[in-house]
């Protein structure tokens, strides 16, 4: 594990992780999700910002999860049809 240091909204923190890369990336993107909601919603505090974040990021997860369902499913559907092809021909 590395030690690397990301900042968020103005604050410094400091993580360990086995993919800097990639964490200090996820860093950089909650950076501007919560720069995006500070400059909207000047009055919330950091716990508030941090809180409306995570349920949107969270809403997003379940938007994917239901689009990744779909796919798996019409996946499957062409799998199928593939399979019936290949097998009548």
Do not use: C, W
Request: hydrophobic content about 40%; overall charge negative.
């Amino acid at each position: 594990m590395q030690s690397i240091e990301v900042e968020i909204l103005g604050r410094k923190h400091r993580l360990r992780t086995d993919n800097p890369e990639q964490t200090k990336a996820v860093a950089k993107a909650i950076d501007v999700r919560l720069n995006e909601l500070q400059d909207r919603y000047q009055m919330l505090d950091y716990s508030r910002l941090l809180l409306l974040a995570i349920l949107q990021m969270q809403n997003d997860i379940f938007e994917l999860d239901k689009k990744n369902d779909n796919l798996n499913k019409e996946l499957e559907k062409l799998n199928q049809m593939i399979g019936k092809i290949i097998t009548d021909g």
